[in-house]
């Protein structure tokens, strides 16, 4: 079976194909090197590509039995996460020649459900702000976000169907609202973190990007073994929160569009939309993640901190020595207020199944020395909230632009169901 | 300055003699390989000691300036914690001759703060239940405990005044009551998990050794950066809360006897004790954290599974098929349970400062085979509470026993001052 558009094909549609061996890895996985080959030199989404490796992984997957839920599908993998055949340099020239002792968990499940890596993409410098050679493919003198920058890029140009990234403060929704890819970031504790590059544990979540919620799902499921993420639409009546969020004066044209043609057309059906009762003092919660961020990350890079001040941005170098102005009995209210807001969060899940909020200030920025603000995520991230960036307009440019869905926290199953019945509405 | 006793010296004496210059870093650092130098051939302490490194770097902080808390004092690295000067084993054939690109975040904070690390410990397999070399000091016929069996027993032998550990379901608390050292396990978030191997993020907790409270807590304020956990003593009364646990009746003659040791002593002074009114189904939290524990270790070891099966111990091996047979739809369900109780426990506080309760069902156990059973403090794992063990008493064959504190969620600085004031009780 050859099609000449095999690598824009959808991951759950290939994954079905491939299962019933309509369609062979090998093919797959190689139209998907064709592309990659043919873009990559424009968008620097990988930073590492193995073509043998990943043309040998897939023959041995067409004359075996069927692995997995991602039997045969090529990903391409943040190069934040370990790999054991594959170097890893974290987004810094300090592990330029980084071979890790053995692969990440989320990757070597990936890999036992039968995925093939097709090659690392570019992070930014320690998942923080300094961009790496990535643009925005749908614009090249734009940013495509980060930090999951490459995985995102990747995924929107048909280099792979499915991407892996890491979320602390907006690195997977940034990216994906940047890029025009829908991008999960499941709730915090149900993927296991061994392996990646670690910067604050109270809020590092490991998920990925896809070009349609169910794949994004599919991913998903691997990643959390809940099979329940596969289940899709929902019947019955969605609740839905309208939550432009206490930021929403510092939401663009493009962003105020994406969201009135949003609630316009969710208004037309039966699904419920009421506006949420914005919980007091939410608005604190940016800073706190901003802090609780500084004093976690200064900690979990002491290594490079103290070994090799010199090779890291200025940027970065900042962060780190800020962070460790911070004391940990400060360290330890902040951990205490986070507790406190997401056991008080939970009761709006009580009066809606999930909340729409902005994903972006709006479109990607223009220029690449900085890839946008993750203003509208870092509440969800130190809330540890399941999110579903949803691609659905277009802005400024020609650029993508959308809104995220917020779950109730373990409610991943929930939020992908609706978050697959929204889009729906919302693409036709 | 040299006593034919240097070794014996406690971290906190030591630190203020170090810091005054009364005492060379070159000195402590010799007189403690000499005695590991001495023992480690009996009690496989250590799984590789870098005696060049730790005296090269001793001369320097005797040069330089003082550069912190720990400036000068030895300290022992649990080999589950990657360290790039030195090979990092995790207890397993697999990475025997592993090199690590990075410092763990813990470690890096400690050589910031003037330690000087002298060797790798003994870790059982990947800190699970198959053990290393290590016996325990007290009598090489019995087990040290585990997972942190090389450090307790390195601070047990004073080849070290203080070491390293980790927790997940006892292995901090357990091996300190065996070898009859003061172990503390911090609230879990408060330590850095960056570049310490991953087995169950939902409850690993990185921590420590000494032959004190105070030791152990001039260790752990280094790792948490909260220097109120120096502080020591507290004024006024405190309320401790007696629980023996619903596992009580599990526990053997030497527990039952330092219990009524140690309430009979407290009874004697201004403090108050009052029995915990057991929490409805609390005994259910033990099945709960192994539950856990299994999902997430067969995922976290995903690599070593999939691709090193055959070089893995059978006792892991099984855990991890084990794992792999629950679904993260139950995970999630075991990770709500978690959070629900975390928060239920809380309330226990309001009515007492600390839980004076087990730490082991009683003295280290005959045989090397196992490392003995973690039942009283898998629940306090789970609960991600702050603990310390106490060792006061000698049981059966010489074999020390005591018992464990276990504080308010993030009350670290009270847990220790409290564990200092009780045990000065319990010692004389």
């Keep these: 079976m050859t099609t000449p558009k095999l690598h824009e094909l959808g991951a759950a549609q290939a994954a079905v194909l491939l299962a019933r061996r309509e369609l062979k890895a090998e093919d797959l996985v190689r139209a998907c090197l064709e592309r ?5 030199e424009d968008i620097h989404a990988f930073v590492h590509i193995d073509a043998v490796s990943a043309l040998a992984h897939a023959r041995a997957l067409d004359a075996g039995a069927v692995r997995g839920p991602l039997h045969g599908l090529p990903i391409g993998v943040k190069d934040l996460f370990d790999t054991a055949d594959l170097p890893t340099g974290y987004g810094s020239s300090l592990y330029a020649h980084h071979r890790p002792a053995a692969d990440a968990a989320s990757v070597a499940l990936c890999r036992e459900a039968g995925a093939v890596l097709l090659g690392k993409t570019v992070t930014t410098e320690f998942a923080y702000f300094t961009p790496g050679p990535t643009v925005n493919p749908h614009n090249p003198l734009h940013t495509p976000g980060g930090s999951s920058s490459g995985s995102a890029a990747a995924v929107a140009e048909h280099m792979v169907p499915l991407a892996l990234g890491t979320q602390t403060a907006g690195s997977i929704i940034r990216p994906a609202a940047y890029c025009g890819v829908v991008g999960y970031k499941p709730s915090l504790g149900r993927v296991m973190s061994a392996g990646v590059k670690s910067l604050s544990p109270t809020m590092d979540v490991i998920g990925g ?11 998903g499921a691997v990643l959390t073994g809940d099979m329940r993420l596969l289940a899709g639409h929902e019947h019955g009546t969605l609740r839905i929160g309208l939550f432009p969020s206490p930021s929403w004066p510092l939401a663009e044209l493009d962003t105020q569009r994406a969201w009135e043609i949003a609630t316009a057309a969710l208004s037309r059906n039966s699904d419920s939309c009421q506006d949420v009762v914005l919980p007091q003092d939410f608005a604190e919660l940016i800073q706190l993640q901003k802090d609780l961020m500084t004093f976690e990350m200064a900690r979990s890079l002491s290594h490079e901190r103290l070994r090799h001040r010199e090779a890291l941005s200025p940027q970065l170098v900042a962060l780190l020595d800020a962070g460790m102005a911070i004391d940990g009995a400060t360290h330890e209210a902040y951990l205490q207020r986070t507790a406190d807001w997401r056991l008080r969060i939970d009761s709006l899940f009580e009066r809606h199944d999930v909340l729409l ?15 946008g603000d993750p203003l509208f995520c870092r509440s969800w991230s130190l809330l540890g ?44």
Tied chains: 1, 2.
Aim: no cysteine.
């Design 209 to 219: 990007f896809g070009r349609s919620v169910r794949d994004a799902a599919l991913l």
């Design 36 to 40: 990659a080959a043919a873009r990559n």
């Design 385 to 428: 909230l399941p999110a579903v960036h949803l691609p659905f307009a277009t802005g400024a440019k020609g650029l993508p632009v959308g809104l995220q869905l917020v779950g109730r926290m373990g409610e991943d199953h929930k939020l992908l169901a609706a978050a697959q019945r929204i889009h729906e509405r919302l693409l036709y």
């Design 357 to 371: 909020t902005p994903s972006t200030t709006g479109v990607a920025p223009a220029g690449l020395a900085a890839t």
